[in-house]
């Protein structure tokens, strides 16, 4: 069983940044798929961008490229979102989330994902 604990939000202005932190306890995340996605009142789940973690690759919306990185640290078993250049329409709560060992990956939905942390608040002021 994999927990997730998000860390890393708070309050900035446009244009400012913000990092990410997605930490795994209780199994290894190397080889896993780890998706963030983020979240406003009344909307659906949206998809941010993924990793698979067992050889790097990236996936990332459209609405993020370019501006957001994703990347991970295996040794430290935690997954990391670089958020650049944010906009006040990034605010949301943002949320890690895991596959189990070995599924593929790609802009997964939501409901494919096994694991999901609590979620940290980002917010982008204008």
């Known amino acids: 069983q994999v927990q997730l604990v998000e860390s890393g939000g708070g309050s900035v202005q446009a244009g400012g940044s913000l990092r990410l932190s997605c930490a795994a306890s209780g199994s290894t995340i190397s080889r896993n798929c780890v998706g963030w996605f983020r979240q406003v009142p009344g909307k659906e789940r949206e998809r941010v961008a993924s990793?698979?973690?067992?050889?790097?690759?990236?996936y990332y919306a459209d609405s993020v490229k370019g501006r957001f990185t994703i990347s991970r640290d295996n040794a430290k078993n935690t997954v990391f979102l670089q958020m650049n250049s944010l906009k006040p329409e990034d605010t949301a709560m943002y949320y890690c989330?895991?596959?189990?060992?070995?599924?593929?990956?790609?802009?997964?939905?939501?409901?494919?994902?096994?694991?999901w942390g609590q979620g940290t608040q980002v917010t982008v002021s204008s």
């Open positions: 989330a895991a596959r189990s060992s070995f599924r593929s990956c790609g802009l997964r939905q939501p409901e494919e994902y096994d694991y």
């Open positions: 990793i698979y973690t067992l050889n790097g690759g990236t």
